[in-house]
């Protein structure tokens, strides 16, 4: 199955924004950051409006695997290099508060979302020295990560990972059941929710001023952009972090046979595990990894499927039949911590985006923080999530990635995909140089073509065929369009322009037979 295992699909359709709606805040994006925010707000009083392209939810916390962790992604090691032990402390602090803020919710607005405390274990890749997971345990206990401690290896039966790094009270959760519970919590007090509004532009002004692609429009106090690649506020926000294409698996395996855990491992990229109750007889086992950046992985995504399971066998050597596997987009921010915080000094337009992997937990730091400075109070976190911070330990990263979207631009010089749309197969797309112009070529199932521009409007970049999720997407910030050109994601708020289409483009092969 080609979808996630949480993407069934919404019990109650949001209504489309109409007219004009005023409110104390509008929050742009309907994920884990965007309702989160709008849930705490709403329980401090304030009026809400939460607009969003799809139905909530179904961006990407559809696609997480919904690790609740302080056991950040980037490391703690990497992380206290880079900004210091202070700041890794109140980083720290914040993941625990906000795991602590999601058990709560669960438990006094009674959603039930399979949330469940959890050990973590760390372990190093095969082959691979031991030290680096001891300078792990030693940068996470000066982080304040109470309980962390080497153990002689993971609970696994069958496969032995060696000496490990134990995190105790991690989490997990079912992301939609969670998001769908915070929904109603909005609704309950008067906040409102809207689906299949997709925003056009923001006034940033006093009040603001948001405008749906339809016309319709919110003013409000204040704004929050919550759309994982920001679509307004900070705009150099696209040269601190990066787009990237994590993959994940669902496999069935027989209830008990694997110990309840979070697993993870040294390799780069690195891989994660977890499992989800499913029936009385068995659970899903959730596996993720193999990230690349976005519109540049090589190869094929089937290829990192296989590896997907390759890796797994080895160590839950219970597993069974795949059932699931699809694929979700990270903003990795270069210094490992999401941005979140006021866009400019002088607007109530606030941002949240970089989650860096650590989406379920960033998105209720961000309806801490958020909650807090919106209502005009200090917070310990504001320094550490800065949107406008540039830490002297990650200039390096950020000067690789900007030379990275710079190489980029040699799409424009390099041959297409094929020679001639001929050699594109229905349902598949491809990139073809027609003198200096490239064109984004996709083939209907009926054998009709549809021609686009295969510049990415944001920033002038040549989208590249995926042909794992049969998207357009932007290698330089990773804005993704529909086959047909329709926007997908941001950071761009404009499809693909389209191209007149000559009918002999229509060979007789690819011609639909009545």
């Known amino acids: 199955m080609r979808a996630p295992i949480w993407a069934v699909g919404p019990s109650r359709p949001a209504p489309r924004l109409r007219g004009h709606v005023r409110a104390d805040v509008c929050v742009v994006g309907a994920g884990m950051a965007g309702l989160s925010t709008a849930w705490r707000l709403a329980a401090a009083g304030r009026s809400v409006a939460v607009l969003d392209a799809r139905e909530p939810g179904m961006g990407e916390t559809s ?12 490391g703690w090691s990497t992380l206290t290099a880079i900004h210091g032990d202070t700041l890794a402390q109140l980083a720290a602090d914040s993941h625990r508060a906000a795991i602590d803020a999601i058990e709560t919710a669960c438990r006094d607005e009674h959603i039930d979302c399979h949330f469940a405390r959890v050990d973590g274990f760390l372990f190093a890749a095969p082959g691979t020295a031991h030290g680096a997971l001891e300078n792990e345990l030693d940068a996470a206990r000066r982080a304040g990560i109470e309980g962390v401690e080497m153990v002689s290896r993971a609970p696994l039966r069958g496969y032995d990972t060696g000496p490990c790094v134990r995190f105790p009270r991690q989490a997990v959760c079912h992301p939609l059941r969670l998001l769908a519970g915070l929904r109603t919590a909005i609704t309950r007090r008067g906040g409102r929710v809207f689906g299949h509004t997709r925003v056009e532009s923001i006034d940033p002004g006093r009040p603001a001023r948001v405008q749906a ?19 307004a506020g900070v705009p150099t926000l696209h040269a ?5 294409r994590t993959y994940a698996i669902g496999a069935w395996v027989p209830r008990g046979s694997i110990v309840d855990a979070l697993y993870w491992d040294t390799e780069e990229p690195f891989h994660y595990a977890r499992l989800e109750h499913s029936t009385e007889d068995r659970d899903v086992l959730i596996v993720g990894g193999e990230d690349h950046r976005t519109g540049q992985g090589g190869g094929t995504a089937n290829e990192r499927y296989r590896r997907l399971v390759r890796w797994s066998r080895v160590r839950f050597p219970t597993m069974g039949a795949v059932a699931f596997h699809w694929s979700g987009q990270v903003m990795e921010s270069v210094d490992g911590l999401a941005f979140i915080g006021r866009a400019r000094a002088d607007t109530d337009m606030f941002v949240v985006t970089g989650d860096s992997g650590n989406g379920m937990t960033h998105g209720m730091v961000a309806a801490l923080l958020l909650g807090d400075l919106i209502g005009g109070h200090r917070n310990s976190w504001q320094a550490v999530y800065d949107p406008h911070r540039v830490r002297v330990g990650s200039v390096g990263r ?9 190489s980029q631009l040699a799409d424009w010089i390099r041959p297409g995909d094929v020679g001639d749309a001929d050699a594109i197969a229905p349902g598949s797309g491809a990139i073809l140089r027609r003198g200096l112009r490239r064109v984004a070529v996709y083939r209907r199932a009926s054998g009709e073509l549809r021609e686009l521009s295969a510049v ?3 920033l002038g970049c040549i989208v590249r065929w995926n042909a794992a999720e049969r998207t357009w997407d932007c290698p330089c910030h990773g804005s993704r369009f529909h086959p047909e050109g329709a926007v997908l994601s941001g950071p761009t708020t404009r499809g693909l322009a389209p191209l007149e289409v000559e009918p002999e483009a229509v060979p007789e092969r690819h011609r639909k037979r009545k």
């Open 63 to 74: 696609r997480t695997t919904a690790h609740l962790v302080t056991a950040l992604d980037r």
């Open 456 to 458: 990415c409007p944001h």
């Open 213 to 231: 692609a339809d016309g319709a429009t919110v003013t409000a106090d204040a704004v929050v952009i919550a759309t994982n690649p920001p679509i």
């Open 398 to 406: 950020l000067v690789r990635e900007n030379l990275n979207v710079a």
């Open 240 to 244: 601190k972090q990066a787009p990237y």
